[in-house]
């Protein structure tokens, strides 16, 4: 399979999504330019984390408007995946290709730390590698990523199965202390309804390797590759 | 023709700013503060013939880029009209 993963101004994690999709799972991925249309017959587009746009006006507001983000959304509708991680999640959220909104964290702080997770529905293209439940270390990193979403939208995406990764204690619950920036319903990642648009707030990019601290983001890259042969 | 935009938070929505403003104001003493909410307030020109224009104009703007509607409302003044 092909990956692409965009170049906004203002990315930083672009060149490691890279590193971790060619050098540890030896996939062809290459950058896209956020000014090209063209997806280069990418399978899986990857929204990197950063800060595009210097988070003028809103986080990915303004990404959201970029040309390649045209044939982004294309791609998602005519059934391809994406996948959104940190500022490309918020880019997402923006362009209303996932539910939802991200605002500031709870505490006004910006955080950066190792969080659990827990997977809550490995029938997906983004999760189908782990096992039901099962938790994952990853790291976060942002000053917004507090989830919210319309009462109403909430319920709806929980009865789906939209949901796909909630913060979580060591045990695997998951309590208010758990939640590190307030998320509602302590929702970490979120599909779209046809489960080929998902975004998250912790960097599985960050994680594939011991000596980064923890493999645990390789489940949903592998998931992917898995799900696309 | 000038034009003031307020844009809010949802009633509803998690407003971790308003929050610790109140909690701020509260501990300065301004114990009879209620909730806060934050906001952002946008000034811009906009050449239009007619403040009912601009003001249609100013309502797809709000509605495309500076509002996120899914939790934040927003309303707007064209001065002079």
């Known amino acids: 399979m092909k990956w692409g993963v965009v170049s906004f101004p203002g990315s930083l994690d672009d060149r490691d999504t890279l590193y971790a999709l060619r050098d540890v799972l030896e996939q062809d991925a290459e950058l896209l330019w956020h000014k090209d249309r063209d997806l280069r017959n990418a399978d899986c587009v990857v929204l990197p984390g950063g800060f595009s746009y210097g988070d003028y006006l809103r986080c990915g507001a303004m990404a959201r408007f970029s040309p390649i983000m045209e044939s982004v959304v294309n791609h998602a509708r005519r059934g391809g995946l994406v996948l959104g991680i940190c500022n490309g999640f918020q880019i997402l959220c923006e362009a209303h290709l996932l539910p939802g909104a991200l605002t500031r964290n709870r505490s006004l702080s910006f955080i950066c730390q190792r969080v659990t997770v827990r997977v809550e529905n490995t029938q997906t293209p983004f999760t189908c590698a782990a096992h039901p439940r099962e938790l994952l270390r990853l790291p976060i990193k942002h000053g917004e990523g507090l989830y919210v979403a319309p009462e109403d939208e909430l319920r709806r995406i929980e009865d789906r199965g939209q949901v796909l990764v909630r913060y979580v204690d060591s045990t695997g619950e998951p309590t208010d202390a758990a939640n590190p920036n307030g998320s509602t319903h302590s929702i970490a990642g979120v599909a779209n309804g046809s489960f080929n648009v998902f975004g998250l707030m912790p960097h599985p990019e960050h994680a594939v390797e011991p000596m980064l601290g923890g493999e645990g983001g390789l489940k949903i890259f592998r998931s992917i590759i898995q799900s696309f042969a | ?81």
Do not use: H, W
């Open chain 2, 1 to 81: 023709m000038r034009v003031k935009v307020y844009i809010t938070p949802k009633r509803g929505v998690l407003d971790p700013q308003g929050r610790a403003i109140e909690a701020s104001l509260k501990s300065l003493g301004f114990n009879d503060v209620g909730p806060v909410r934050m906001g952002k307030y946008i000034e811009l020109d906009v050449a239009a013939s007619s403040s009912t224009d601009a003001a249609s104009e100013v309502k797809r703007m709000c509605e495309q880029l500076l509002a996120n509607t899914v939790i934040e409302d927003y309303r707007f003044e064209v001065e002079g009209a």
